[in-house]
C-alpha cells in the first residue's frame, strides 16, 4: 500500500529514472563502493529507501538527510576529481562520481516535485557528470545504455513537456557566399564521387593518401535536420557542453568554458544580427567534443561511413559547430580521420609528415603535434623552411568528406556558420 503511494505521488519522470537503477546491486556492487568503507555506508542508507517501501516525499527527513549526505560526499569526490593531474585521477572516482550524480538528481527532483529548476539542475549534473565522471552502464528498455545520459534524456524529455514554447529561430543558410582566397602555388586533392571500398582501402587508407569524398553523407539525416537551430535546441537546447574561446587553442588569450548549447547556438550559429560572434565575442567553439556519447538523440542523425568498418568497429567521433573564422591550427592526429562536412564550409591546408622539419612543431610536450606557423598567412622571415613545404589546399563544403591520414598536418578555418562530424579510427 505505501509503496503504492510513495508511486503515485511521484512524477512519472522520477519512477522513470528510479527504474534504471531497479538493481541496486548495480549501485551498492561496483567496485568503487565495495573498495570504501565511507562510501558504502553513506550510499546504503541513501540507496535503500528508493527501492523500499518507504515514503519519499517533499516533506520527508529521510530525503532531506539523505540529499545533505550524498551532497558532502558528491563535494569530496568533486575536489578529488579537480586534485592533481587528470590522467592520475583513480577510475574507481570517476565511477563514484557518476553514482553519486544519478543518487544526487533522484533526490533533488524528489524534494523538488520534479519542478522545472530541479529538472535543468539534474540535466546540468548528468552533463557535469558525463564530463567528469566514467560510465555506468545499465538497461532502459531492455537496451543497454549509459545511466547518466539516459537520465539526461529523460529529463530532456520532460522539460519540453512543460516549458514554454520559444519563438522559432530562423534556420542557418545553406547557400551563403562562401569568399576564398586563391593561391596558385597550393595543390588540390583528388575529388572522388562515393568511392568503393576497394578503392578507398588500395590507393588512400594504405597509401595514407588524402582526398575529399562526394555522396557519402547525403542520406544523413543530420544534413536535413540540423541546419534548423530550432531542432539542434529541441534536442540539446538545455545541455551543457564545453566552450573553447579564443582565436585558436595554442594562443595565450584561449580558454575554455561550460556553456548551455541553447546559449552558444543562439549567440554564435544563427543569423541573429547584435549577436554574432563577429561583433565583439572572442571566438567561440565547441570542438572536438564527444557530442554524440552526451546527446543519443543527435547520433542517431550520422552514420558511421562503411570505409571505416573495415578496420575499426567503434571509431572515435567528434563534433566541431562554431560560427565563421573558428580556426583549428596547424596540427597532426596519430589515427586516420574522414572529416564530414554536415553545413557550412572550411578551408582545409594539409602538408605530409615527411615536412615536419620545416613546420617547427612547438617545444613543449603538450603542443608537440601542433605547428607554430600561421598556414593560411604565412611569415617566411620567421620560419624559412616552410617556403619548401608542398601543401594541399581544399575548401570543404555541405556533404563533403575528408580523408586525412594519420600523422597528416591539417590546419581548419570556418569560412561560414559551420557543423562538422570527424571520425578517427585506426
Ligand atoms: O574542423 C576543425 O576545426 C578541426 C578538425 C580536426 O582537426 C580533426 O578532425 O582532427
Redesign the pocket.
Given at each position: 500500500m505505501a509503496r503504492n503511494y510513495k508511486y503515485l505521488a511521484m512524477n512519472n519522470c522520477i519512477k522513470e529514472i528510479i527504474s534504471l537503477c531497479s538493481l541496486k546491486s548495480l549501485l551498492l556492487n561496483s567496485d568503487c563502493v565495495k573498495e570504501n568503507k565511507l562510501y558504502h555506508i553513506v550510499l546504503s542508507n541513501a540507496v535503500e529507501p528508493l527501492f523500499s517501501d518507504e515514503l519519499l516525499t517533499k516533506e520527508s527527513k529521510t530525503c532531506l538527510k539523505n540529499l545533505t549526505k550524498i551532497g558532502l560526499l558528491y563535494d569530496t569526490v568533486y575536489c578529488r576529481l579537480h586534485t592533481g593531474q587528470w590522467n592520475e585521477v583513480e577510475q574507481t572516482e570517476r565511477e563514484m562520481f557518476t553514482i553519486l550524480s544519478y543518487i544526487r538528481i533522484l533526490y533533488a527532483l524528489i524534494i523538488c516535485e520534479a519542478s522545472e529548476e530541479s529538472i535543468k539542475d539534474g540535466i546540468y549534473l548528468a552533463d557535469l557528470g558525463l564530463m567528469l565522471g566514467a560510465t555506468v552502464t545499465t538497461r532502459h528498455n531492455n537496451v543497454e545504455t549509459d545511466l547518466l545520459s539516459t537520465t539526461a534524456t529523460i529529463l530532456t524529455e520532460q522539460l519540453s513537456k512543460t516549458s514554454i514554447t520559444q519563438p522559432p529561430l530562423k534556420r542557418i543558410k545553406l547557400d551563403k557566399h562562401i569568399h576564398e582566397e586563391g593561391s596558385n602555388d597550393i595543390n588540390t586533392l583528388p575529388v572522388l564521387e562515393s568511392p568503393s571500398l576497394e578503392c578507398f582501402g588500395m590507393h588512400y587508407y594504405d597509401k595514407q593518401q588524402p582526398a575529399l569524398f562526394k555522396g557519402i553523407i547525403d542520406d544523413w539525416p543530420a544534413m536535413e535536420r540540423w541546419h534548423d537551430p530550432n531542432y539542434l535546441l529541441s534536442v540539446a537546447g538545455e545541455r551543457t557542453v564545453p566552450i573553447e574561446l579564443g582565436s585558436q587553442y595554442s594562443s595565450d588569450d584561449w580558454s575554455q568554458k561550460l556553456m548551455k548549447f541553447r546559449e552558444f547556438v543562439e549567440q554564435n550559429i544563427c543569423d541573429n544580427p547584435g549577436t554574432s560572434a563577429t561583433i565583439g565575442h572572442p571566438a567561440a567553439y565547441l570542438?572536438q567534443h564527444d557530442l554524440f556519447d552526451q546527446i543519443p538523440a543527435l547520433r542517431r542523425d550520422i552514420v558511421v561511413p562503411d570505409y571505416i568498418g573495415r578496420t575499426d568497429i567503434s571509431p572515435r567521433i567528434?563534433a566541431?559547430l562554431g560560427p565563421e573564422g573558428?580556426i583549428?591550427p596547424l596540427?597532426t592526429?596519430p589515427c586516420h580521420?574522414l572529416?564530414c562536412q554536415v553545413f557550412g564550409a572550411?578551408t582545409v591546408i594539409l602538408a605530409r609528415p615527411e615536412d615536419t622539419d620545416k613546420l617547427y612543431p612547438h617545444d613543449h610536450f603538450v603542443l608537440h603535434n601542433t605547428s607554430q606557423v600561421d598556414a593560411r598567412r604565412p611569415d617566411y622571415e620567421k620560419f624559412p623552411l616552410m617556403r619548401e613545404v608542398s601543401f594541399h589546399r581544399v575548401t570543404l563544403r555541405r556533404g563533403d568528406v575528408l580523408y586525412?591520414p594519420p600523422k597528416w598536418w591539417?590546419y581548419?578555418e570556418s569560412l561560414s556558420p559551420s557543423f562538422?562530424v570527424?571520425f578517427w579510427f585506426e
Open positions: 570542438a567528434k566541431w573558428t583549428s596540427h592526429d580521420n572529416l572550411k586525412i591539417h581548419v562538422s570527424s
